[in-house]
């Protein structure tokens, strides 16, 4: 059974920064696999937020956070982070790690169909 287990969060002022954490189990070869982040603000729908490659070599980032945010693998961890920088309140929302359903993809996965593991979940509140 996939576990994504993300960490991290928390309560940041605006302009501060966070790292999370989402640490994989219950597959084999999390290096065969992108991972992702989306995230889901009150009242609103689960937007991609950033994505990498299986292979590590390639990453994609939604608009609203490229410049500010970088996502990293350690597959000899099976972890995956999200680098935060230069929060905003708008940044606010529950962050969810995300699984690729496709081995060796090509390509960056960016839709949340592409992924068929979700974790629980780690909230973020940035504070004006």
């Known amino acids: 059974q996939v576990q994504l287990e993300e960490s991290g969060g928390g309560l940041v002022q605006a302009g501060g920064s966070l790292r999370l954490s989402c640490a994989a189990s219950?597959?084999?070869?999390?290096?065969?696999?992108?991972m992702g982040w989306f995230r889901q603000a009150p009242g609103k729908g689960r937007d991609f937020v950033a994505a990498?490659?299986?292979?590590?070599?390639?990453?994609a980032y939604s608009d609203s956070v490229k410049g500010r945010f970088t996502i990293s693998r350690d597959n000899a961890k099976n972890t995956v982070y999200l680098h935060m920088n230069s929060l905003k309140p708008e940044d606010t929302a529950a962050y969810y790690c995300?699984?690729?359903?496709?081995?060796?993809?090509?390509?960056?996965?960016?839709?949340?169909?592409?992924?068929?593991?979700w974790g629980q979940g780690t909230q973020v509140t940035v504070s004006s």
């Open positions: 995300v699984k690729d359903r496709a081995r060796r993809r090509s390509n960056v996965p960016v839709t949340a169909g592409d992924f068929n593991s």
């Open positions: 219950g597959f084999p070869i999390f290096s065969l696999f992108a």
């Open positions: 990498i490659k299986w292979s590590g070599d390639a990453t």
